[in-house]
């Protein structure tokens, strides 16, 4: 079946730490994968997306890179800051014949101090 | 535009009541999706719909119903409310351009059932 397995939070960096949030996936077929992230009290909003093996999406000073090989997609940012305190959703996107959707992964909190 | 809106922001019921929770999007979107997001589980896909007038389940649809009248509307109505049904609703909203497209969130609607 389709899933996603991420990294068990929270995550608890201090300001200017560098980020890893892991992500792994299985999946029929070659999805897109995407990061969303859901700021406190806020629904989620898209961060990145990956459509193919090897791209690598970027958005805020965060990067992921497809690795088909390894079936991974983690988030990394070099430099953390608070106002990135929130949970990151890894979530892969299938294209069924009339229909589009997302599977996600069960999130990673990241709490940041200053 | 005011993109996706839910309402109400929270509500707490009583088992076996049953209440409709609203949600609206201005982007003139085909495809609309209703969530629930359970702590530490990430979020599950209970019902969605590809237009007007068309509707289906996704994972967990037992004890809800939508309707689609409207491409802008998409309500999702619980019947009889049991405690397993608390949980933070999130309702979302994407346009099929081809590829991987965004899926783009509502804020949410906190319920309680006791």
């Known amino acids: 079946g389709n899933s996603v397995t991420q990294m068990e939070g929270p995550v608890t960096l201090s300001e200017e730490a560098f980020l890893t949030i892991n992500c792994t996936y299985t999946?029929?077929?070659?999805?897109?994968l995407f990061w969303y992230v859901q700021y406190p009290g806020e629904g989620l909003q898209l961060l990145l997306k990956?459509?193919?093996?090897?791209d690598k999406g970027s958005n805020k000073g965060f990067e992921a890179t497809y690795r088909k090989e390894t079936t991974s997609f983690h988030l990394e940012k070099g430099s953390v800051q608070v106002s990135d305190s929130a949970v990151y959703f890894c979530?892969?996107?299938?294209?069924?014949?009339?229909?589009?959707?997302?599977?996600f992964g069960t999130g990673t909190r990241l709490l940041v101090s200053p | 535009n005011a993109g996706v809106t839910q309402t109400p922001k929270f509500r707490i019921l009583k088992i076996g009541q049953s209440m409709t929770l609203q949600c609206a999007q201005d982007?003139?979107?085909?495809?609309m999706y209703w969530y629930r997001q359970d702590p530490g589980m990430g979020l599950k896909l209970i019902y969605y719909?590809?237009?007007?007038?068309?509707?289906d389940k996704g994972e967990v649809p037992n004890g809800y119903n939508v309707s689609r009248s409207t491409t802008e509307d998409f309500p999702l109505r619980l019947e009889l409310a049991a405690p397993s049904q608390t949980s933070v609703y999130f309702c979302?909203?994407?346009?099929?351009?081809?590829?991987?497209?965004?899926?783009?969130f509502g804020p949410g609607t906190r319920l309680t059932v006791l």
């Open positions: 979302a909203s994407s346009y099929p351009r081809g590829g991987a497209n965004e899926q783009f």
């Open positions: 999946a029929t077929g070659y999805p897109s």
């Open positions: 990956a459509t193919k093996a090897d």
């Open positions: 979530a892969l996107f299938l294209m069924n014949t009339g229909f589009q959707k997302l599977v």
């Open positions: 982007m003139n979107h085909n495809y």
């Open positions: 719909s590809v237009g007007a007038g068309i509707t």
